[in-house]
């Protein structure tokens, strides 16, 4: 393992939460995120910084573990011109939180969000739910791919715990844990397969991850499409309260290889 001393990163956000993959890649998942001017390490291995003590503006998973990029401030043209210098001209990169872009980024996709905490969940063990690992990927990935419940890559499940429950030996639900900013931990990757909804195995899985992530102090929250209102009104009677609308966007990075600070300064003037 590298012991070289990494670049500190300082979330600035007003609340952690409004901010959550920056607090992660800056906190307990640190060990998977890329930042400019250094490459990811694997899980646990910390990364190699470009220029020992300067600033962090901007920061991303490494690619086969989340799809999801971070600016330290959104309002700052450094964190917009350090995401460009780390993903590079014309690139798709996905944020959360930021309904507006800057000149220059193009708009790919945008999902409008509801960000949900816990306020009175009742968490518990799910009797006969199983520990998913690096062996069981290709089952979570043909699970995720039937019921697209979110993006889920090769290493996601190494950010956190992920539970399962089998029926005849084949995988039928999951639910586990990715963001992870500091006191509190996203419950994600939640389904069901078709032939098996309706018998509260998802619940079951949301209850039984909760009680993990409250038994080392943090709080549940979770994120869902917000036209998705069969699930909001399942996590509402489950005890999630609403906090706030994010979005998930997906932007193309200005196609400008010289693109920066200052060039980010003189399109927001205009």
Not at 205 to 215: E, K, S
Request: proline share 11%; hydrophobic share 40%; aromatic share 6%.
């Amino acid at each position: 393992m590298s012991t070289a001393a990494r670049t500190p990163l300082t979330p600035l956000s007003p609340h952690i939460l409004d901010n959550p993959a920056w607090a992660s890649l800056s906190g307990p998942h640190a060990a998977f995120a890329e930042q400019p001017g250094s490459r990811s390490g694997r899980s646990g291995h910390p990364l190699r910084p470009g220029r020992p003590g300067r600033s962090v503006h901007a920061a991303r998973y490494a690619p086969d573990v989340a799809p999801f990029a971070a600016l330290a401030d959104p309002s700052d043209p450094r964190s917009w011109a350090a995401l460009h210098e780390l993903v590079g001209p014309g690139e798709v990169v996905s944020l959360t939180g930021l309904p507006t872009p800057p000149e220059g980024w193009e708009t790919v996709d945008a999902i409008e969000a509801v960000q949900l905490v816990d306020t009175a969940l009742r968490a518990e063990p799910a009797p006969g739910a199983v520990r998913l690992g690096p062996d069981d990927v290709p089952e979570i990935l043909a699970l995720i791919e039937l019921t697209k419940p979110g993006p889920f890559l090769h290493r996601t499940v190494e950010l956190g715990t992920y539970l399962g429950i089998r029926h005849q030996g084949r995988l039928v639900a999951m639910a586990g844990e990715r963001l992870r900013p500091p006191g509190w931990t996203e419950i994600s990757a939640v389904c069901t397969h078709p032939d098996h909804r309706g018998g509260g195995l998802a619940t079951r899985l949301v209850r039984a991850v909760a009680a993990g992530i409250r038994d080392r102090g943090d709080v549940p929250f979770l994120h869902a499409a917000a036209r998705n209102t069969t699930a909001i009104r399942l996590y509402e009677s489950m005890g999630f309260t609403l906090r706030r609308r994010p979005f998930f966007l997906a932007l193309r990075t200005p196609c400008d290889p010289g693109y920066t600070a200052a060039k980010f300064s003189s399109y927001a003037r205009h």
